[in-house]
């Protein structure tokens, strides 16, 4: 069965400061992947998606992720980070015609 | 363009009693979504429809939740009788069509079952 892993529960990151969030999936010879945020009292919203192609993926608000099939991973990015990113963000497989989600990584701010 | 509606937004309900959540999704997306999130996880879905059809149920509890989509429209879920266990945030999402398309979520429902 597929299954995504988000191995950190929570991060802490200064404002300004870089940020990576991991995530692994473990599904597909041709893995869909996504990555979503959700604020508080919020649906999720969809940063980017990877189906084929060029690895780094961009999306909205200067995220960028990068897949890795040797790694398994699909990791998350942002080279400077402000105060309004903090949030919940979810990586995502879809497989099955099904998207699995993983549990998630709540982003904190400090000033 | 309106994005996903859904209501209500806050439920309190106490165990044993039943509850209804509707969902409007985005005009002329073909498949809706229910999906369930309980605090400290990912959404899990529930069920998904393709216009009126079910397309994936395999992870509703029958035995107590039950979802239609008349005319391919709207939607609603209903829980009865609602468990303890049931207190998540319960998200509809649309989309214009299946395979990989980009999923729109409601803002949610969240209950607490008491």
């Known amino acids: 069965a597929q299954s995504v892993t988000q191995p950190d529960i929570h991060i802490t990151v200064s404002e300004g400061a870089s940020l990576e969030l991991r995530c692994n999936y473990s599904y597909g010879a041709t893995p869909y992947l996504f990555w979503y945020v959700q604020s508080p009292g919020q649906g999720l919203q969809l940063l980017l998606k990877?189906?084929?192609?060029?690895?780094l993926v961009q999306g909205i608000k200067g995220f960028e992720a990068e897949f890795k099939r040797s790694q398994s991973s699909f990791n998350l990015r942002k080279p400077s980070v402000h105060w309004s990113d903090a949030a919940e963000y979810f990586c995502?497989?879809?497989?099955?015609?099904?998207?699995?989600f993983g549990t998630g990584t709540r982003l904190t701010i400090i000033p | 363009e309106a994005g996903v509606a859904q209501s209500p937004r806050y439920k309190i309900i106490e165990k044993r009693q039943s509850v209804a959540f509707w969902c409007n999704p985005i005009?002329?997306?073909?498949?809706l979504y229910w999906y369930q999130q309980i605090l400290g996880q990912g959404p899990k879905l529930l069920i998904q429809?393709?216009?009126?059809?079910?397309?994936?149920d395999s992870q509703l509890p029958k035995d107590r939740f039950s979802a239609e989509r008349l005319k391919g429209v709207d939607s609603t879920l209903k829980i009865q009788p609602a468990k303890l266990e049931d207190s998540a945030v319960y998200l509809c999402?649309?989309?214009?069509?299946?395979?990989?398309?980009?999923?729109?979520f409601g803002p949610g429902t969240r209950l607490t079952v008491t």
């Open positions: 990877y189906f084929s192609g060029d690895t």
């Open positions: 005009s002329g997306h073909a498949t």
């Open positions: 429809f393709q216009n009126n059809g079910v397309v994936d």
């Open positions: 995502a497989d879809f497989g099955n015609e099904k998207l699995t």
């Open positions: 999402a649309s989309s214009l069509s299946t395979v990989g398309d980009e999923q729109y």
